[in-house]
């Protein structure tokens, strides 16, 4: 049966991603309102924050990716809600196949339609104006960081999809995940916030993580905002992942 | 590990039964439940609602662990080789479980990859046939009515062909032109030699369809009988 959990997986991801490309509107809106806040702020607001050197679009993309992960996810969380509804689990889990298959299937899925809403946003940035003179090591570091803050806010969104008791519940974690980087040095540096804010801002994941990806993008040394960041997504990574599958054990005995 | 088939058979009963208790949190909904199913045969659990049934039938699939007592399906304890008996079973829940963003013919290939059997294709189109749904095939399962996704849900069931079948309430919420469709997909299982429980609510059902009766009541089983099918059926 273990040799097998490769190939199940592999099967049962297909599924979702079917899932997936019939429902593009669920990419779309993904993408739609981290673009909307990306045109607010460069069009709006952006004039009146002084980034120093750094043009705004420059400055601010970083966290515009974060808000697209941090509402990616919640379709995760409502696939896999509708999963547990629907009793397709059920008909899986009494499969001879690795139990575990299921969920991962799910967390590669969102990793996949978390891609490309990143790629869209992306593109959207490079028509406003956003440009970078990073190398491809620093790209890759980019992608990565990306791929593992996907990762970790994926196996948070696993907890509420095999939880929650309504498809609102399911979704609705997420709301504060999305706010999280408006109170960081997503999109004003952190010098002008009042001080309790100002804090906060400074410890929490979402500010090490765009500085770590606007060092990168704007070729500026990292320091070492990216050993908090990284700690950061690792720790998130590990707690969410644990707690996820106790809550599938629990929901499964 | 060995993954038993139909053709390998451990001896014995298919389903074996004692002493099966299960309790939610306060309410004891089986309270020392006995029964055997012989290979080949259709056995028919009737009860009303809320007596059970369901509980009986995850608890033999593996979905859920019993409070005490042994089950045996296929001759493989529940609790220590859940894997051999998943192996060896399908289950067709109360509530069809079938994808609804998947057409008919892709939820079948996606169940025949997942038991590995050969040319998932072909045997996706065999079933479609079978079971009248060749038509409907290329059509998302959402567009199905309620009797369609019954006949898919029986039919992503019998890929693989495992030794024993679990049908949970499946004609419930079905009109009698659909009722009849399942009586005779079950009967057609028999005939291939699989081993079938399937529960029920009326006892018109059980009569008609089920070489054995047991009567789950109050958390046990208060009659247990065989009967002559073949007086009642009207094949
Ligand atoms: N997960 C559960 N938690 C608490 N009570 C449950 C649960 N599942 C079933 N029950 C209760 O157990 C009893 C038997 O349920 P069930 O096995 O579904 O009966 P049946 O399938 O015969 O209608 C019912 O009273 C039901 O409300
Ligand atoms: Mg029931």
Redesign the pocket.
């Known amino acids: 049966m273990a040799t097998h959990f490769l190939g199940d997986t592999a099967v049962l991801t297909g599924r979702t991603l079917r899932h997936v490309t019939r429902s593009l509107d669920t990419i779309i809106t993904t993408a739609i309102t981290p673009i909307a806040i990306m045109l607010m702020f460069v069009y709006v607001f952006g004039g009146a924050i002084d980034t120093g050197s750094v043009s705004y679009v420059n400055y601010m993309l970083p966290g515009i990716l974060l808000i697209t992960i941090a509402s990616g996810i919640s379709y995760t969380a409502f696939r896999l809600f509708g999963d547990m509804q629907g009793g397709i689990f059920e008909r899986f889990h009494s499969m001879p196949i690795a139990r575990s298959g299921v969920l991962w299937a799910h967390v590669l899925t969102s990793l996949v339609a978390n891609v490309i809403s990143l790629v869209l946003v992306f593109g959207v940035a490079l028509l406003m104006g956003f440009r970078s003179g990073a190398g491809v090591l620093s790209w890759l570091a980019v992608a990565g960081i990306l791929i593992l803050f996907t990762l970790a806010l994926t196996w948070i969104a696993v907890i509420p999809g095999l939880t929650a008791k309504s498809v609102d519940g399911a979704s609705a974690f997420s709301y504060p995940l999305v706010f999280l980087p408006f109170i960081s040095s997503a999109f004003v540096p952190t010098g002008t916030m009042p001080g309790p804010v100002r804090a906060f801002a400074e410890h929490q994941p979402v500010t090490s993580i765009v500085n770590t990806l606007r060092g990168l993008l704007t070729q500026q040394p990292v320091g070492t905002d990216v050993w908090t960041a990284l700690a950061w997504c690792a720790g998130i990574l590990v707690v969410a992942y644990v707690f996820a599958n106790v809550s599938y054990r629990r929901r499964i005995s | 590990m060995s993954i038993p088939t139909a053709s390998a058979r451990a001896p014995g009963p298919a389903i074996h039964v004692r002493g099966l208790e299960r309790s ?2 306060q ?1 004891r ?1 089986l309270r020392g439940v006995d029964f055997e199913v012989a290979r080949g045969t259709i056995f028919a659990l009737l ?12 608890i033999l699939s593996t979905l859920l662990k019993a409070d005490a007592g042994s089950v045996r399906v296929n001759g493989f304890d529940v609790a220590t080789q859940a894997a051999d008996v998943r192996a060896s079973i399908s289950l067709t829940g ?1 509530f069809a479980a079938v994808d609804e963003i998947l057409t008919g013919r892709e939820n079948l290939v996606l169940v025949a990859r997942l038991r590995h059997v050969r040319q998932p294709g072909a045997i996706a189109d065999e079933l479609l046939r079978r079971f009248s749904l060749t038509e409907a095939g290329a059509r998302r399962v959402a567009t199905y009515s309620g009797g369609m996704r019954r006949r898919l849900d029986i039919a992503m069931s019998l890929i693989g062909t495992p030794p024993v079948i679990f049908l ?2 499946p004609t419930a919420g079905l009109d009698p032109q659909a009722r009849i469709e399942v009586w005779q997909a079950v009967e057609e299982l028999s005939e291939r030699g699989t081993t079938v429980l399937l ?1 029920t ?1 009326y006892l018109e059902e059980a009569e008609h369809l089920a070489d054995r009766i047991a009567i ?1 009541h109050q958390g046990r089983i208060i009659v247990d009988g065989t009967q002559d099918r073949t007086t009642t059926s009207n094949k």
């Open positions: 939610y949190k309410l909904v009860g009303s609602n809320g007596a059970g049934k369901t509980t009986v039938v995850r109360q949970d309430e529960t609510q789950l």
